[in-house]
């Protein structure tokens, strides 16, 4: 039980930094900014957690990059994916310890899986989804289950009795709750721009109303008598 609340404490961190991910930008942007931006702060996001992880044994540590890692993929695409990714692995490298195999393996997979499922929704125009984001957390985590065989072989088997269940249990629905977060942040905005776009435009022609011009004439009369 104190594992799985170790795993909760350090989930809740990466939660609160992703409320911040929301605000910023939108998802399948074609602007490579907005790409970059967001995987700096889920590369930031993983760091935080990697530098508060669960112990299990020395150089063996638990911690939630492995969701913002895919989360990034998954709506921002491979260039945050790779940015966020390549974060987490070089501090993955330098932290060392018997579990570095697997903690750089955990960190490209991650990154691998997000950014297919991005391709795909993409490809197929497919929907962010609350299933879509718990099958990929939970094929994400599956994937970080097996790869504990890279451990040696005592370590390997001790470390999945250990935090088999908790990850299953908590990492997937983490995925979820943070892709929700992001979700509904894009929705408000949407229906934000919507609301703007609406307050000077005709619904059904799309030209401007009378409202953009008596604002434009104001505007204008404002210049000539400066």
Known sequence: MNVLFELLYNLSIIISISI??????????KDWKISLLQGLIFGCASVIGMLNPLV???????????????????FFGPLASAIAGSMALILRINQGGMGVLTGSLVIISSASIGTMFYLRNKRKNIKITTGLLFSMGMIVHVAMILLMFTLPYDSGIAT??????PVLLSFPLTTVLIGKIILEAEE???IGEQIYYLSYRDEL??????RYYVEA??????CILQ
């Open 188 to 190: 408000r905005k949407r």
């Open 20 to 29: 911040i991910a929301g605000f910023i930008g939108h998802q399948g942007s």
């Open 56 to 74: 299990v044994a020395p150089g063996l540590i638990f911690d939630g990059r492995s969701v913002m890692i895919s989360l990034s993929g998954l």
């Open 160 to 165: 999945l009795k250990l935090i088999g269940l």
């Open 217 to 222: 004439l104001k505007r204008l009369d404002a």
């Open 205 to 210: 022609t799309g030209l401007y109303n009378r």
